[in-house]
């Protein structure tokens, strides 16, 4: 008898949401309207890196590069030969564009 309740509780449990989603209601002319709904919450975690020199940058984080004409209008100095500026975590990043070390460090406005 306590597996039969057990399991008629389960049921309805599960059952609950899906008769949440459609609801059934009638619109100004009397018609029969069915109106489905689907709540999702959706959670955005942002995890933030603290950039110090001498740390490597991955690959897939030096692909977001700033121009290099384009470092006079971010208020960055110019970089040298083989550096490139990137762009991480709301940081720029000087770094030197083989190996991926981290030369300097900037805040972006």
């Known amino acids: 008898m306590k ?6 509780l389960a049921a309805t449990v599960l059952t609950a949401p899906l008769a949440a989603q ?6 100004d ?9 689907t709540i999702t919450k959706k959670q955005v975690v942002v995890k933030k890196h603290r950039w110090d020199r001498g740390q490597r940058l991955a ?25 490139r500026w990137v ?5 720029y990043l000087l770094i030197n564009a083989v190996s991926g ?4 460090l900037a805040a972006a406005r």
Do not use: C, M, W
């Open 59 to 83: 690959a897939k984080d030096r692909r977001h590069f700033v121009d290099s004409r384009d470092y006079r209008r971010h208020n960055l100095r110019e970089p040298r030969r083989g550096e």
């Open 22 to 27: 459609a609801q059934s209601r009638h619109d």
């Open 87 to 91: 762009r991480v975590d709301n940081q």
């Open 3 to 8: 597996k039969f309740f057990s399991v008629l």
């Open 101 to 104: 070390l981290i030369i300097g």
């Open 29 to 37: 002319r009397g018609r029969h309207v069915t109106v489905e709904r």
